[in-house]
């Protein structure tokens, strides 16, 4: 297939704006043989819109394999005649910002370990300016949203338009079901966030294993994700780098074809009216929760004047030991998590704390 200038970027543009976007690829380039036999099976499933590998590879320790470098470059280049396949790499340096482009990577993407640093990304975003390039930014290893958000915005200031979210997890201490932690709420705080910005899932990363791959994607479509970045090798259990979390291109076919796509809105009017019946009692549950709350501070805080009168601690561990097992013992009979039983209580705890703290300040 031969594709002009102005022709790859309308696909690329187009592949932009298709949902689910479906970016797939080795972990790493390895030899060009590898990386163009895994575009042409992932093409062959007619299921993928970008193709993506890692060429300069940020390991964790050295002695690893760091990638092969700007020698890929024309390896990626390759696959994208062969296969008509958009590309897509992870860019750390302003040297490989330009590298990229001077071999017509179509789409960049920043690298987790990228993203923490604000020197790095302050780098990458001059040496982005003037360019007119779509750049992926991946959350940081560390559940810091901020640094996420900052990312964003020194890109964004560096004059890129199509800026979009990688949500791959965050790294946390010892042996987990997943090699980096979903912590969804905080991808999806992210996603309002920037409601505009294509917002993809990550589940290779996120799992670091094929097993439980599935699952997470089916989750992160239920969560309303516009698609995937995953990782694909023609010999996963051989791939130099993340070898237990690739699958091949047609595994990869077989799982995008089992799961359930869902859509955000229906166009249909028995549905929008029961939703909006059901939704009306859950506001009118919220707003009585929301009295009864009241009601409990004012009663919290009629107990903080007793203890301002008595000169006693706000904070008595027996007690709020004592609130947590009862209302875990209750809610797990109502069907309430033990998980959010604690973590509402938490809260609640610590509002009449500040209550009461108002009280003996007073
Ligand atoms: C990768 O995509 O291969 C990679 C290095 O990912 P991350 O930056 O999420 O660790
Ligand atoms: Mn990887």
């Not at 949203?145 to 964004?156: C, H, K």
């Not at 780098?241 to 074809?257: G, H, I, N």
């Not at 000169?311 to 209750?330: C, V």
Request: aromatic share 6%; glycine share 6%; charged share 25%.
């Amino acid at each position: 297939m031969q594709t002009t200038a102005a022709s790859l970027n309308e696909k690329v543009q187009a592949v932009w704006n298709k949902r689910p976007m479906i970016i797939s690829g080795p972990c790493s380039a390895e030899t060009e043989e590898q990386l163009i036999a895994t575009a042409q099976r992932l093409a062959a499933t007619g299921k993928v819109d970008m193709l993506r590998a890692g060429i300069w590879k940020p390991r964790t320790k050295p002695g690893m394999f760091e990638g092969v470098g700007a020698k890929g470059l024309p390896w990626l280049q390759q696959a994208k005649k062969l296969t008509g396949l958009p590309t897509t790499v992870e860019v750390a340096t302003g040297k490989q910002v330009q590298d990229a482009l001077t071999f017509d990577v179509d789409v960049l993407w920043i690298g987790a370990r990228t993203t923490v640093n604000p020197f790095s990304v302050q780098e990458l975003a001059d040496a982005l300016r003037g360019v007119d390039v779509p750049v992926l930014i991946k959350n940081p290893v560390n559940p810091d949203m901020e640094l996420w958000s900052g990312a964003v915005e020194r890109v964004a200031r560096a004059g890129i338009k199509q800026i979009g979210l990688i949500h791959r997890g965050f790294s946390s201490y010892g042996n987990t079901e997943y090699r980096n932690a979903p912590m969804w709420h905080l991808a999806i705080d992210m996603k309002l966030k920037y409601p505009d910005m294509p917002f993809i899932n990550d589940p290779s990363h996120i799992c670091g294993r094929r097993d439980i791959l599935l699952d997470t994607m089916q989750k992160a479509i239920d969560l309303d994700y516009d698609g995937f970045i995953i990782e694909s090798h023609i010999d996963p259990d051989n791939a130099w780098s993340d070898a237990k979390q690739q699958v091949t291109p047609e595994r990869l076919a077989e799982m995008l074809d089992s799961i359930v796509w869902r859509r955000e809105d229906v166009n249909s009017e028995e549905y929008h009216a029961a939703l909006e019946k059901l939704r009306n009692q859950i506001n009118q549950l919220d707003d009585e929760l929301m009295q009864i709350l009241s009601r409990r501070m004012i009663i919290a805080e009629q107990i903080g004047q007793y203890k301002k009168d008595n000169n006693i601690t706000i904070l008595q561990t027996n007690r709020w030991n004592e609130i947590i097992e009862r209302a875990t013992a209750r809610g797990e009979k109502i069907g309430l998590s033990k998980e959010f039983i604690t973590r509402y209580f938490d809260a609640v705890h610590m509002e009449s704390i500040n209550h009461q703290k108002k009280v003996l300040d007073s």
